[in-house]
Structure formats: structure tokens, C-alpha cells
């Protein structure tokens, strides 16, 4: 089923007069459940929403993230990816310019045996502020963006894990910059 964001998209889309209906988003999605849908179809992006996106659009659970605490001695391996996430690299330095508690994030990949099957991106924030804020924003931009190694995942530096010591020789692909005399 053919949605448009804006009134725009549907005229560049259809060149004949038709009858629309304008609506809330999550008023369509709740009265056409169980239908796949295509927004802005014939445009230059797009986006299909299968039937268990929607579900998670209408629950809200496509905002919750996984969440993993490491409760014991566990080797993994981290280093600096062969073929860096520029896309998702370019979008959170746009992002994190915004949110003036981030101080510096870094680009990683990671492996960790006793969960992942391969290597994934792995993306490191130095935060003073509410991590469930950013992490949400920063995780609707990963949800979008081609990664070279997906998934993403994201750890706060904050002191307490012991990857920290990885990033402090690392050069970090966002630094705040601060503003002064020097």
C-alpha cells in the first residue's frame, strides 16, 4: 500500500488528479494493520514497512534497545574496521553537534564470542547527560543508514568497563569542540 509524506511526494508520484485522504500516521497504521506499506514509492529514498515493523511502530517497541551487561571475565576482540561505517560515522557527528553533553565518540569493531557471530560496529560515547535520550536518536540514525558491518552497537564511556582503555589510544571520529580563548 503507497503512503507520501507530504502532498509533494503523492504529486511527483501520480500525474492525474486523484482523491487522497490525509491522516496521522499512527491512526493508518493502526487501521490497516496487517498490510505492508511503501512510503514515498517512486521517489529518490523510500522505505517499506513490513507488517512486524509496523507492529513495533505501533507498540513502541521499536525504540527499546538490547541491552547486554557483561557480569564476568570475557575476552573479545577490538580494533579499528577495515571499512568504516562513513555513512552512520558522518550522520552521528551531525547528531552529536546537537546534544552539547556529548564530549567525544569513537568508531570500533568489535567481537564477542559468547554473543555475536561475527564482528559488528561498535560505537563508543563519552556522554554527561541522558544516555536514553541520545541512544534512541542515535539508533533511529544506525536503523537507517547502510552499515558496512552491522548490527551497531553503543557503549557509554563513563568509567566503567574495561574497553575504555581501547579508546584512550584511539583518535575519536567526534570531539566536542570547545569554544575560548585558546
Known amino acids: 500500500m503507497p503512503i507520501f509524506s507530504s ?12 482523491t487522497y485522504l490525509s491522516m496521522n500516521s499512527m491512526d493508518f497504521f493502526n487501521l490497516t494493520f496487517g498490510s505492508e506499506v511503501f512510503l514515498n514509492p517512486g521517489a529518490g529514498y523510500g522505505k517499506e514497512f513490513n507488517v512486524k515493523e509496523i507492529e513495533s511502530i505501533i507498540n513502541g517497541s521499536i525504540f527499546n534497545s538490547n541491552r547486554y ?3 564476568e571475565d570475557t575476552k573479545v576482540m577490538i580494533g579499528q574496521p577495515a571499512n568504516p561505517p562513513e555513512e552512520l560515522l558522518k550522520e552521528l557527528k ?23 557471530e561475527k564482528p559488528h560496529t561498535l560505537i563508543a560515547v563519552e556522554l554527561n547527560g541522558d544516555w536514553e535520550s541520545m541512544i534512541i536518536e542515535a539508533g533511529k540514525i544506525a ?23 581501547y579508546f584512550k589510544d584511539t583518535k575519536p571520529f567526534y570531539r566536542k569542540k570547545l569554544l575560548g580563548i585558546f
Request: glycine share 2%.
Open 69 to 71: 551487561e557483561v557480569k
Open 143 to 165: 536503523d537507517r543508514v547502510k552499515i558496512p558491518d552491522p548490527p551497531v552497537d553503543f557503549i557509554q564511556l563513563n568509567g566503567k568497563s574495561d574497553l575504555e582503555s
Open 7 to 18: 502532498l509533494r511526494r503523492l504529486q511527483e508520484f501520480i500525474n492525474q488528479e486523484v
Open 94 to 116: 551531525t547528531l552529536f553537534s546537537s546534544i552539547k553533553e556529548v564530549k567525544s565518540a569513537y568508531n570500533a569493531h568489535f567481537y564477542n564470542p559468547m554473543m555475536d
